[in-house]
């Protein structure tokens, strides 16, 4: 038989003023499982609690029903004084009869009855809890580090100078993601390049952080704490530890009409290529779609000017399995493709560019060295038309909803770097609005229409069309203005919306992470825990949660460190263990369950059942992993035949508050 | 109707811990009153309250029964409400379908901030259920005697 | 009919399938047994493929497919959607059932069939358009169409779900005029009142005998929620109204959204409940509210209440939508 | 009285025989025995809202106080069962069943118990009917087995009482080896074996259906007869009046035609059980 | 013997139903069901109703007591319905004989007071079968549909309906209703058709050679049985809508306010009949179809005198989801000798 004890709190006068506590004790007391029923003060006190742990004892109560105050204030207070005094925390239930009941009502007839009711049905729970034990699981101290931009290379710069140890894994040849294209950044206009390479070269230098440049993920499996990831890595027909990166091989590669995608196939490389100057690794790649002797054996050139013979083009894609504590998604962005907008002649003319491609052009280390030529015929443009939003604030299925964030702070930067180093350049920014929410923004706008006077007309561009000189005329309308303009153009240059990687959709699917419809990663709550992915141990930087420019990616990179450090640090995990439970007996391992879980929490096993007639069954049934289970209870409801249950909600349970209240 | 001015409806609410449950606790620490009549039953999420609770309150003698959540996308286990709307979205439709008072059954929205729309939900719900009069189609005679 | 007794036959001799799950004729002239064939001889002699052969013989794979070997199906088009909804819900082990879709243009509904004659029947001959009846005092004549299943006359397609490893004869195309959801709208264009009226008068009859349940291809709980005694109903006879509208409740939401509108619910009836018009009614709400969705057509789709969108109506919407008040 | 409702009683002992067995004595609220039986007769013990199972009487008709009940917990009735105290009011009908031929074929034999586990609980009330009534029976042979010494239940009893009656003998034996026991060690069935009784007696035997089943090899062996054997059978029985139709083995039904069968009855039957 | 003209049927039946509580066979949705007698309702006599009469006296679900708990003591309250007289009318020779079977159960010792209750107040009208239909065998269990039995025995014979009492209980009841004497002649002529129409039923030859009592150990282990139990879904609709199945369950039910016991029907092919914590004697499908069979044609007859618990009114060959039926059975079995 149930040993239950009820203990009914005063709470000065808040409660019993309006409430009839000695009623309450007195009622509830006279059901059948209670064995003690006590009102006093302030059950939260120092003597309320050791009233209730020495009725734990000298009872031997087998459950604990507090009415008091919400159990939101102090069901941490109750649990931990009936732990210590045995009784498993988990046996304590808490009616609210103070926020959900005497403060509400006035009458105090009513309020004690519904206080009655509230107590009746805590006791109807609490005898159906089982005593509960939190899990504990091991953490393995080691992050792993998913894309090697910007974002991900400060996050695993933070985690190492913590102490632990970081993988970095890039699909490219080198780190440095989209930052090291661009060529200055706003509102400072100081050189990426030379912010970004030193960083890139600590992460080389540090003892803590492995590279595994040139590599994607190809699997995950476990959970917070214990990740197992294996990492592919792609023959890149190099030899890393050999190659010291003279270069003398992509000089002398004879295949040198392979687009440079490092210069946005503005220009060519070799199909042995290191991508810039300052890579890391400085390690040579052949791109083995267009190396010759890779495709049809006739060439072998790089292998004989090598002098330390790092060349191997036998090479094969190898995999590393390492185990990780967390994993840090830092996959970034890509501009859209836009040649769904046929009206700005994208196309259908070289002189029209995207943004990015601008800012190679304009780069010193790009296909023009630094001078600003247009693509066509390397003419210096003298009129340049900018048209903001290409794609983003778009409501139809060519581009996107959201804002890309960042383009009216580079367009402003372009127009200003334009118009500060070729000061007869005309140069015209389309725009719907614009918006410079941040740290010296607007000021660093207004410097571009004041001081540099560059046209900002608002208004939308409603069609280029191509020249044959090369030349374009940009019709648009001038909304202020209330006229249409017709721009004779040498170029234009569309801002293009950025969108998360390719790749990202994929590696949520690894993870088990969630995504919202535009593939960005959905962090655990929008507001409270912006750097955390809902699957417990994924954690988010940069671009990949949502568009971001620089420095609030390296804010958020950083932040995103210090919750890995967080839990790195811890030796264990303490899991909680109010969580799903399933009922393999009754499982059907229809996989309904695991759709709703937003945690991946729920995995399938092939088990053997024996039968009644002695032979043994193979069933498909779902496995909770206590560990990564968050308790939300969504399965439980999802399950058709009642296999998956809520430790400490059980369905018995809440029926049991059902039919306590409606009695 | 004087036999309807003596009726008082016993009225389950499903507060998710998170949000409605503290918003309900913030109406008690403004002071917002609203009828007894609402007792609350604490769950971690609105996704966990099965269609089975809300038809076994409905056979005990519930004269309605209330769903309150996170706002849609707000939930703390972010996909959790989306499932509930749509699961209760179903189940009401079909209880309308099978000719029970649609009135009897809601979902609301309620965050932790909002103590008055708590209350003001709790009210407004009430007064509904009050002018339904007793469930009589979803009781279990049974339970009655 | 003699197309699929070839294929049949060939399946057993190039040792494709050990076995065959098939109709056979039962005991009376409009009866359809379902057998599970072991050799050749055994299913050129016995299998039947008729205007009765109108049971869904998918649930049983759930069973058979646990076996050693391979097993032989034939599905008609609406057994097909039952069938690739259990392989998606991995009842079904796939390799080792090899599926056939067969064709079908609607099936008889022989209770009524029989019902509509006064006299005993001693055989039936299936002249496609028209059925001869001969009975202890001379021969009638139905039209097949005038006897369908409901199931049938509201077909809502003749292609088969995706799946099966062959096809004999031509696919289907989904029926464009279906009319399977007339009544639930004029169900739901009546009162409330009206409408409980109509159930009661319905669900009252149930005897709680589960044949419903038992032969419902979505119901392949390894132990049903109401066989559990914690589910606080009867498992067996309702003891009341409550009862009635809980479990026809219940089960019809727990197979919301995984229903594939088989109708087989409605054909075993003893008590003729149209619980097809429960199992409808959330197939035309989720078709309304959440986009079309038919339960087997795609292997990798969600099923309407394992998913959402943020864009989701509110529960709202069922205080707003149609009906009279 | 109507068969289907029942009596209500009182619980007014609970005393723990091992870990998972209970011993329940049962009163009338005015502190009469509810109704008399006969040795091998079962009653439904009910808590309501709980269920209803049937259970064997294991007191003896011979005790004119009470009635006892000895239970194993092993299902959702006998959890709650095990969980009352004393005072707690349960449900009674009964008594169902034949029970044993005491007063007709096994009057003046020789006899031989052998049990195992909880099984002795229905053979119990038949030792101690026997003990009662000594002068109309033999020899008595009790050979009783369990997993360890403390699963033997009533072993207080078995000490105290059964082995000091004249003409009584008592053989125990535990499964695996244990510290505090120094007696036989060895399954039941190999024990029968051993100790190698006497062919004329009757013998009554009770216990898990591996262990029936070695025991009758191992007795038949010896040279006994089926209609020597008698058992009594455990199947689910739900009305207690032969009507429900579960625990039918062919056309007898256990609640009404057994619990206490002789195993060529038993043989007429099918292997359904 | 007493007459009517058929028109007379409606007040006959209002006449019976202002004195008594009346059921009668009527239309439900294409069913015929037994119907409380009222105004409107559409009597449909042209075949055996869909569901047996067996509800009248072992009813779906019924109280059997409630229990007051208090703390630690319990009440028990005896709360079952009362019952009033009540006439069935129109039942058919089949079910008549399964009243018999069920009595041989429910009044054996100990006597079902709830059973008993419900008979002593009862009074059956039988109707004789005027077109026995492909699903009917009760010939094979010496069953005569021209003669029904019962209190009352009806017979539609063209224009008219016969009326004949067979007990007092009957002969009180007619004399009440004042009736005109006549149509011994008909009937003859509707026994006559009857009986030619029986000789034609496609399961007119199905005896029951091979069964009853003592024949368990030649059948329980017969190899078809696997086979035959094969495609059952484990539904309970023949138990159900058997008119001789009377397998039931006790259960409890928490109200709230009192626990309350009850009785409802139950069925030998569900799974979990037989299942309790220490084992399952019937495991699979086979044994628990095999055990339905075996009950109604062995076991049965070898406890009542030979009688068998099949009444051949073929509820079962109607209402089997996928076709499985004792006659199937029966022949299958028989096929071996």
Request: aromatic share 8%.
């Amino acid at each position: 038989m149930n040993r239950i004890g009820v203990f009914v709190c005063h709470c000065g006068t808040n409660i019993a003023a309006t409430v009839d506590v000695h009623r309450v004790a007195e009622t509830l007391g006279k059901e059948p499982s209670v064995v003690i029923a006590k009102d006093y003060q302030y059950m939260c006190s120092e003597a309320g609690q050791n009233m209730i742990k020495d009725a734990i004892r000298e009872y031997g109560l087998t459950g604990l029903v507090v009415c008091s105050c919400s159990p939101r204030m102090h069901e941490a207070t109750f649990r931990k004084a009936a732990a210590s005094a045995g009784l498993n925390p988990y046996l304590v239930e808490i009616a609210n009869i103070r926020e959900q009941d005497s403060w509400i009502h006035k009458d105090i007839e009513e309020a004690t009855e519904k206080a009655v009711i509230l107590g009746r049905t805590a006791i109807a729970k609490v005898q159906l809890n089982t005593p509960l034990t939190a899990g504990e699981s091991p953490v393995t101290k080691r992050a792993l580090v998913i894309g090697g931009g910007i974002a991900g290379i400060q996050t695993a710069l933070d985690i190492a100078e913590a102490g632990f140890e970081v993988d970095i894994v890039e699909k490219q040849p080198t780190i440095g993601g989209k930052m090291a294209q661009i060529d200055k950044t706003f509102p400072t206009l100081d050189c990426a390049a030379c912010i970004l390479t030193p960083k890139m070269v600590d992460c080389a230098q540090n003892d803590k952080i492995t590279i595994y440049s040139y590599s994607e993920v190809a699997a995950v499996s476990g959970f917070v704490g214990n990740f197992s990831v294996k990492i592919k890595r792609k023959a890149r027909f190099v030899d890393e530890t050999k190659c010291t990166g003279c270069g003398l091989c992509t000089e002398k590669c004879p295949q040198k009409k392979v687009p440079n995608e490092f210069n946005l196939g503005l220009d060519n490389r070799r199909a042995i290529y290191i991508p810039f100057a300052q890579a890391v690794p400085k390690v040579a790649t052949i791109d083995p779609d267009y190396c010759n002797m890779l495709k049809n054996g006739k060439c072998g050139v790089c292998a004989k000017v090598c002098g330390a013979q790092a060349i191997d083009y036998k090479a094969q894609d190898t995999y590393v399995e390492q185990q990780y504590g967390a994993i840090v998604v830092a996959t970034g962005f890509n501009p859209i493709n836009i040649d769904a907008y046929d009206e700005y002649a994208y196309s259908q003319s070289q002189n029209v560019v995207t943004s990015l491609e601008l800012e190679r052009l304009m780069n010193a280390a790009g296909p023009n060295g630094g001078t600003l030529l247009r693509p066509s015929d390397k003419k210096h443009p003298k009129t340049i038309v900018f048209v903001q939003c290409v794609g983003s604030r778009c409501d139809d299925s060519r581009g996107k909803g959201y804002c890309s964030k960042i383009c009216c702070m580079y367009t402003a930067k372009h127009a200003m770097l334009i118009r500060e180093k070729y000061p007869d350049t005309n140069v015209y920014v389309f725009y719907i609005d614009v918006r410079t929410p941040g740290k010296n923004f607007d000021e660093f706008y207004r410097r571009a229409v004041e001081q540099y006077n560059v046209h900002y007309v608002k208004g939308q561009v409603g069609k280029v069309v191509p020249k044959s000189d090369g030349n374009l005329i940009v019709y648009g309308s001038d909304l202020i203005e209330g006229k249409r303009l017709v721009i004779d153009a040498d170029m234009v240059v569309l801002a293009a919306a950025i969108e998360p990687d390719k790749s990202a959709r994929s590696i949520a699917t690894m993870l088990t992470a969630s995504m919202d419809t535009n593939d960005f990663f959905t962090e655990a709550h929008p507001k409270l825990r912006p750097v955390e992915s809902p699957t417990a141990g994924i954690f988010l930087s940069g671009v990949c949660q949502g568009p971001k420019d620089i420095p609030e990616t390296v804010a958020q990179a950083t932040a995103c460190a210090g919750k890995v450090i967080g839990l790195l640090v811890k030796d264990k995990l303490t899991c909680n263990p109010c969580v799903a439970h399933s009922d393999e007996l009754m499982c059907n391992g229809c996989s309904s369950c695991e759709k709703v879980c937003p945690y991946g929490a729920i995995t399938y096993e092939e088990k053997g059942f024996r039968q009644p007639d002695r032979t043994t069954k193979m069933r498909r049934v779902a496995i909770v992993n206590e560990a990564v289970c968050q308790g939300c209870g969504a399965c439980t409801v999802a399950c058709p035949s009642g296999a998956m249950d809520l430790k400490g909600f059980a369905n018995k349970q809440i029926m049991a508050e059902v039919d306590a209240i409606c009695l | 109707m004087s036999v309807n001015n003596e009726f008082r409806p016993k009225i389950v609410a499903f507060c998710c811990n998170w949000c409605s449950y503290a918003g309900a606790d913030l109406a008690g620490t403004n002071r917002l009153q609203y009828p007894a009549d609402v007792k609350i039953i604490r769950v971690p999420c609105s996704c966990r309250v099965n269609p089975m609770f809300i038809l076994r309150a409905f056979q005990r003698g519930a004269d309605g029964v209330i769903l309150c959540g996170c706002h849609p996308g707000d939930c703390h286990y972010t996909s959790g409400n989306y499932f509930a709307r749509r699961r209760m979205t179903l189940l009401f439709s079909m209880l309308d379908y099978l000719g029970i008072e649609k009135e009897r059954t809601r979902v609301e929205w309620v965050s932790a901030a909002e103590g008055a729309k708590f209350a003001a939900t709790m009210n407004d719900f009430v007064d509904t259920v009050t002018k339904l009069g007793p469930n009589r189609r979803l009781e279990d005679l049974r339970c009655k005697n | 009919m003699q197309e699929l007794i070839k294929k049949g036959k060939e399946l057993f001799a190039n040792g494709t399938v050990d076995r065959i799950i098939g109709w056979t004729r039962g005991e009376l002239p409009y009866d359809r047994e379902i057998r599970v064939f072991r050799c050749a001889e055994c299913f050129e002699k016995d299998f039947v493929y008729d205007a009765f052969c109108g049971a869904n013989l998918s649930k049983y794979l759930i069973e058979e497919s646990g076996k050693e070997g391979k097993i032989g199906v034939f599905l008609k088009p609406c057994d097909s959607y039952s069938f690739a909804q259990l392989i998606k819900e991995h009842r079904i082990k796939k390799e080792n059932v090899y599926a056939v879709a067969i064709e079908c243009y609607g099936k008889c509904d022989s209770r009524a069939l029989a019902d509509s004659v006064e006299d005993a029947i001693y055989w039936i001959t299936d002249n496609g358009p028209e059925l001869k009846i001969d009975t202890v005092s001379g021969a009638v004549v139905r039209n097949t169409y005038d006897y369908m299943l409901e199931k049938c006359a509201a077909c809502k397609t003749k292609k088969h779900a995706p799946g099966c490893d062959e096809t004999i004869g031509d696919e289907g195309e989904k029926v464009d005029d279906c009319t399977r959801f007339d009544i639930v709208a004029k169900l739901e264009a009546m009162t409330p009142e009206e409408r409980f009226a109509f159930w009661r008068g319905e669900l009252s009859r149930c005897i709680r005998c589960n044949a419903c349940r038992n032969v419902c291809p979505a119901c392949s709980c390894e132990h049903c929620v109401f066989d559990n005694p914690a589910s606080g109903i009867s498992q067996k006879a309702a003891a009341d109204s409550f009862e009635e509208n809980n479990f026809h409740i219940i089960r019809a939401f727990h197979v919301a959204g995984r229903c594939t509108d088989c109708g087989e619910c409605s054909r075993v009836c003893p008590q003729h409940i149209p619980l097809h018009l429960l199992n409808r009614k959330f197939i035309k709400d989720i078709n309304e509210l959440y986009g079309e969705y038919q339960a087997g057509e795609n292997p990798d789709e969600r099923a309407p209440l394992t998913n959402y969108t943020k864009a989701d109506c509110e529960p709202s919407v069922v205080y707003k939508r149609g009906g009279k008040n | 009285m109507e068969a289907l409702i029942p009596q209500v009683v009182v619980c007014t002992d609970v005393r723990r025989d091992t870990p998972d067995v209970k011993t329940f004595r049962i009163l009338t609220p005015d502190g009469k025995k509810p109704f008399v039986n006969i040795p091998g007769q079962c009653a439904m013990l009910s808590i309501p809202g709980v269920g209803e199972a049937m259970f064997s009487i294991t007191s003896s008709p011979t005790n004119k106080e009470y009635m006892e009940f000895s239970i194993k917990k092993c299902g959702c009735l006998t959890e709650w069962l095990h969980m009352i105290e004393p005072g707690q009011q349960l449900t009674i009908r009964g008594p169902y069943g034949n029970g044993f031929p005491v007063d007709t074929a096994l009057k003046g034999k020789d006899l031989l118990f052998i049990a195992g586990g909880i099984g002795l609980a229905p053979l119990r009330s038949v030792i101690n009917y026997c003990r009662d009534n000594r002068a109309d029976y033999g020899t008595i042979d009790i050979i009783y087995g369990s997993r360890s010494k403390d699963d033997l239940v009533d072993y207080k009893e078995i000490i105290d009482e059964w082995m000091n009656t004249p003409g009584v003998n008592v053989h125990l034996t535990i499964d695996r080896e244990q510290e505090v026991w120094d007696g036989h060690v060895g399954f039941v069935p190999n024990y029968v074996k051993e100790l190698n009784p006497d062919i004329k007696k009757t013998v009554l035997m009770c216990g898990p259906p591996i262990m029936i089943k070695f025991t009758l090899a191992g007795l038949k062996e010896l040279g006994f007869e089926d209609t020597q054997i008698y058992t009594t059978m455990e199947l689910r029985m739900k009305c207690g009046i032969g009507k429900c139709g579960r625990c039918n083995i062919g056309a007898k039904y256990v609640c009404k035609d057994g619990p206490v069968f002789r195993f060529d009855q038993l043989d007429e039957l099918p292997n359904e059980y | 013997m007493y007459s009517i003209k058929k028109e007379a049927l409606g007040s006959l039946l209002a006449a019976i139903g202002a004195k008594r509580k009346l059921y009668v066979p009527a239309d439900n949705a294409g069913l015929i069901l037994f119907t409380p007698y009222a105004d409107g309702v559409s009597v449909n006599l042209s075949r055996n109703p869909d569901v047996s009469a067996k509800d009248f006296f072992f009813p779906q679900v019924e109280n059997i007591c409630r229990f007051k708990v208090c703390g630690k003591t319990v009440d028990v309250i005896d709360n079952r319905e009362k019952n009033e007289d009540f006439v069935v009318f129109g039942v058919r020779a089949c079910d008549v004989k399964s009243f018999e079977v069920l009595d041989n159960v429910f009044l054996s010792e100990p006597v079902d007071g709830y059973y008993k209750d419900r008979r002593d107040h009862s009074l059956i009208v039988t109707l004789a079968c005027s077109k026995p239909l492909e699903t009917c065998f009760c010939g094979t269990f010496g069953i005569d549909c021209a003669a029904p039995g019962g209190d009352v025995e009806a017979y539609a014979c063209g224009d008219s309906y016969a009326f004949r009492a067979i007990t007092e209980k009957g002969e009180a009841f007619l004399a009440e209703l004042s009736l005109e004497n006549g149509g011994d002649e008909a009937v003859e002529a509707c026994k006559a058709k009857i009986n030619e129409i029986k000789a034609k039923l496609p399961l007119s030859d199905l005896t029951t050679e091979g069964f009853g009592g003592g024949k368990t150990k030649d059948l329980f282990n017969n190899p078809k049985w696997a086979e035959l139990s094969a495609s059952c879904l484990g539904c309970g609709t023949c138990t159900f809508v058997c008119p001789t199945c009377q397998c039931y369950d006790i259960r409890d039910f928490d109200t709230g306010n009192g626990i309350q016991r009850y009785r409802c029907w139950d069925s030998c092919m569900y799974r979990d009949f037989t299942k309790m914590s220490a084992g399952q004697p019937r495991p699979s499908q086979l044994e628990r179809f095999r055990q339905r069979f075996m009950h109604k044609l062995v076991y049965y007859p070898e406890n009542n005198n030979g009688l068998f618990s099949c009444v051949g009114c073929g509820r079962c060959l109607r209402k089997c989801p996928q076709s499985l039926n004792i006659v199937k059975v029966m022949k299958a079995l028989r096929e071996d000798d």
